[in-house]
């Protein structure tokens, strides 16, 4: 159960688009559609904010999107805001009927 | 509103146990998969544990099997995690977290948290 690999760091200035990826093997990421992305919050706990790949839950903002080609899951951002820097943080169903979580990466807006 | 508040945190020595639970209001328990996922401090999310709705399976991650164990009153909206055999690694705040969808694999919403400190 190898946490999945994402970039330590992501930075973007107001309005720019940034991806996050989230890497996994064919056991995880790779051999299902069940990657979510969570946003977490200094002292909070996380929040949902894409989950099956690319559905955004309701309330939250058209501007995050997900996709996923081969075993790499992806969150991009469109038009970076201040609010929207976080800790960022995917997840996958397993093979083994289990949850992983991606290492977390920091998002910081220029 | 959908709520979930856990308590049962505090400081226990190495070698000792602890039951977290998991109180949850504004939806019907028995409908949902819960899990748990804890993070220790400064550091990133780890998966726990997994119950499905009707408790019929558990999962569990590997640095906690055989001392963990998830469980679920669907009559008093709780779900437990009973910790035996802790261990300093399991320092962390310790999460609960609604499951939905296929395989109860949507995380929402999550509690505040609850703080495990594992120390002598």
């Known amino acids: 159960q190898s946490a999945l690999t994402q970039p330590a760091s992501v930075s973007g200035s107001p309005g720019q688009s940034i991806t996050i990826s989230c890497t996994g093997t064919?056991?995880?990421?790779?051999?299902?559609?069940?990657v979510s992305w969570y946003q977490q919050n200094p002292g909070k706990a996380p929040k949902l904010m894409i989950y099956?790949?690319?559905n955004r839950p309701s309330g939250i903002s058209n501007r995050f999107s997900g996709s996923k080609s081969g075993n790499t899951a992806s969150l991009t951002i469109s038009g970076l805001q201040a609010e929207d820097e976080a800790d960022y943080y995917c997840?996958?169903?397993?093979?083994?009927?289990?949850?992983?979580f991606g290492t977390g990466t920091k998002v910081t807006v220029l | 509103q959908v709520q979930l508040v856990e308590s049962g945190g505090g400081v226990v020595q190495p070698g000792r146990s602890l039951r977290l639970s998991c109180v949850a209001s504004?939806?019907?328990?028995?409908?949902?998969?819960m899990h748990w996922v804890r993070q220790a401090p400064g550091k990133g999310l780890e998966w726990v544990a997994l119950?499905?709705?009707?408790?019929?399976?558990?999962y569990y991650a590997d640095s906690v099997k055989g001392r963990f164990t998830i469980s679920r009153d669907n009559s008093k909206n709780t779900l437990y995690v009973q910790m035996n055999s802790l261990r300093v690694e399991d320092t962390a705040v310790y999460y609960c977290?609604?499951?939905?969808?296929?395989?109860?694999?949507?995380?929402?919403?999550w509690g505040q948290g609850t703080l495990v400190t594992v120390s002598s």
């Open positions: 997840s996958s169903y397993t093979s083994s009927s289990t949850q992983v």
């Open positions: 064919s056991s995880d990421v790779g051999g299902y559609n069940f």
């Open positions: 099956d790949v690319s």
């Open positions: 119950i499905w709705n009707d408790g019929s399976h558990k």
């Open positions: 504004g939806f019907t328990l028995s409908d949902y998969g």
């Open positions: 977290a609604r499951g939905s969808g296929g395989y109860f694999t949507r995380f929402d919403p």
